[in-house]
């Protein structure tokens, strides 16, 4: 299905619209070194960007907007002629294209705020990607579609005009809230079209009362099998969202970006973005069996005799992925909307290794971890991040919120207490020291944490409390044969060298909530560490 695109400057290239996974894979093994593999999936290259390149994210800074943006190091200013000269550059190399692929969905299963999405780019693969990561309209939709809410433009092959960067930068994502456009020069990592839309949503939700959500959600039946039981998953890429939330006991609602409004959760996107490093169908049989065909793989080291996939190779990168809709996974919800949670479950990857594998929080302790958003960068999921690196992630969304973290945490404050939910911080680090000298909490004994939060099995379990963080960290998890990982100070060799690292980290928490704390207010501020 072919679409005119004269109104966005494009008038030479051969356009084609929503084209089928069989068309894309051929264009893209012909014409861009693609490969299909054993299982069917595609494999493909993002070159030399192979993560988000967030210090090349810029904003435009307009009149309309520019009082309600959270200016700094994540939404960086950039001047509209700048925006338009790249928007322009961006075009022309679009148009010089024999072809040009457009990709129409939606953002967003709730019919109220959804947003009609226009992927126009020049790469088979990243059609494909972005025909997995969106709604896909049925027929009639797509036929009635008309003009998009937003645009993409994806010029990744091309290089941006230093000159019109504020980094002198020859990469650039830029984002125009008022035009409703993004612009994307000198990356081909298609990730940055998914987390693109994530920002626009999170503009755009909280301007109607909704809260946008980094976290996976899923949904069992309840003990009397009436109802649901939603479940929550905050954390930062890398901390278990997409592998803890595909649960084949209960139903997926999705993976990575969510939004909860009146009528309960609902998910913004239309497939799931797994990293696949050390993928295996023992530890991770859903995402396993999700990988085949219509399923892209990025950057994964392929045998070229056999087609089959080294998952354990990072040799390209460590930030391996595989994106495929979200009806791959055998127990997916579609649509993908549910009620409101009973349980969100703050998840951190604790290169410190000193929080507890889980604790039971205080509505004041919950806002704290939300807006403190601690992890550890994984390695890969951006430029430069080769090993953990601790790190603080406002709402555990910063590299993508638009408006102050206070909205957000405003509004989840406001639906904790409306609906009476649980919350959780369970720590998928390490345990018995820090990276480098401790171990990695055990995938199962973390999945066995998750099952009994989800049973109730945890609401009146025996606690401990933390001496630095004040946490009541759970001391009995029934399922666990060994329980002493559970108590981290104990789980330690060397208790004083605990000490030191549970205090360092406190001091790093206080640091980061400095900023944050005029609009925390106090009794936030005293839920956090001593």
């Known amino acids: 299905m072919s679409i005119d695109l004269s109104s966005l400057g494009i008038s030479h290239a051969t356009v084609v619209r929503n084209a089928p996974p069989a068309r894309l894979y051929e264009d893209a093994v012909r014409g861009e070194r693609a490969v299909i593999v054993s299982s069917g999936a595609l494999a493909v290259r993002s070159g030399a960007r192979t993560g988000r390149s967030p210090g090349d994210k810029h904003l435009v800074r307009h009149p309309r907007s520019e009082a309600e943006v959270w200016w700094g190091s994540v939404n960086q200013p950039i001047a509209e002629d700048d925006f338009l000269a790249n928007r322009q550059r961006a075009v022309a190399f679009l148009d010089r294209g024999d072809v040009v692929y457009v990709e129409d969905g939606f953002a967003g299963w709730d019919p109220a705020t959804r947003v009609k999405v226009r992927v126009v780019c020049s790469r088979a693969y990243h059609a494909l990607f972005m025909r997995t990561m969106l709604i896909r309209p049925t027929a009639a939709e797509?036929?009635?579609?008309?003009?998009?809410?937003?645009?993409?433009?994806?010029?990744?092959?091309?290089e941006a005009d230093p000159a019109r960067s504020p980094t002198g930068s020859r990469t650039a994502v830029d984002l125009s809230l008022e035009r409703g456009e993004l612009v994307i020069l000198g990356t081909e990592y298609a990730g940055e079209m998914k987390k693109g839309v994530f920002t626009l949503m999170h503009w755009r939700l909280p301007g109607r009362g909704?809260?946008?959500?980094?976290?996976?959600?899923?949904?069992?039946?309840?003990?009397?099998?009436?109802?649901?039981?939603?479940?929550?998953?905050?954390?930062?890429?890398?901390?278990?969202?997409?592998?803890?939330?595909?649960?084949?006991?209960?139903?997926?609602?999705?993976?990575?970006?969510?939004?909860?409004?009146?009528?309960?959760?609902?998910?913004?996107?239309?497939?799931?973005?797994?990293?696949?490093?050390?993928?295996?169908?023992?530890?991770?049989?859903?995402?396993?069996?999700?990988?085949?065909?219509g399923t892209v793989l990025e950057n994964v080291v392929v045998d070229e005799s056999s087609r089959e996939i080294d998952y354990d190779s990072a040799a390209i990168t460590e930030n391996t992925r595989a994106a495929y809709p979200i009806e791959f996974i055998d127990n997916a919800k579609i649509p993908c909307v549910a009620g409101h949670p009973r349980n969100v479950i703050f998840l951190t990857c604790d290169a410190s290794g000193v929080l507890p594998p889980v604790s039971r929080l205080s509505r004041p302790q919950a806002m704290s971890h939300f807006l403190s958003g601690y992890t550890a960068r994984v390695a890969g999921t951006e430029v430069g991040v080769v090993e953990p690196d601790a790190a603080f992630s406002a709402c555990f969304s910063a590299a993508f919120l638009v408006r102050d973290p206070a909205v957000y945490a405003r509004l989840l404050a406001e639906r904790l207490a409306r609906h009476d939910a649980r919350a959780w911080l369970v720590n998928t680090g390490w345990t018995g020291g820090a990276y480098g000298t401790g171990r990695r909490i055990d995938l199962g004994a973390t999945r066995r944490i998750i099952d009994a939060i989800h049973a109730g099995r945890l609401d009146g379990a025996p606690t401990a409390r933390d001496p630095v963080f004040g946490l009541e960290g759970v001391t009995r998890v029934p399922g666990l044969e060994d329980d002493r990982f559970l108590d981290p100070r104990r789980a330690w060799n060397d208790t004083a060298t605990w000490d030191r690292s549970a205090r360092a980290l406190a001091g790093r928490f206080r640091d980061n909530f400095s900023r944050l704390a005029a609009a925390a207010g106090p009794e936030i501020v005293a839920a956090g560490p001593g």
């Not at 797509?142 to 091309?158: E, H, K, M, R, T």
């Not at 278990?240 to 409004?261: N, Q």
């Not at 998910?267 to 993928?279: D, H, S, T």
Request: glycine share 14%.
């Open 210 to 293: 909704v809260l946008s959500m980094h976290c996976a959600a899923n949904e069992g039946l309840t003990e009397t099998g009436v109802g649901s039981d939603v479940a929550l998953f905050f954390g930062l890429s890398g901390t278990g969202k997409t592998t803890l939330s595909a649960d084949p006991r209960r139903r997926l609602i999705g993976d990575d970006e969510h939004g909860w409004g009146d009528a309960g959760v609902f998910n913004i996107e239309g497939g799931c973005y797994a990293k696949c490093i050390r993928l295996s169908p023992e530890r991770e049989p859903e995402i396993f069996r999700a990988i085949r065909f």
């Open 142 to 158: 797509l036929a009635s579609f008309g003009q998009p809410d937003f645009v993409i433009y994806n010029a990744g092959a091309a």
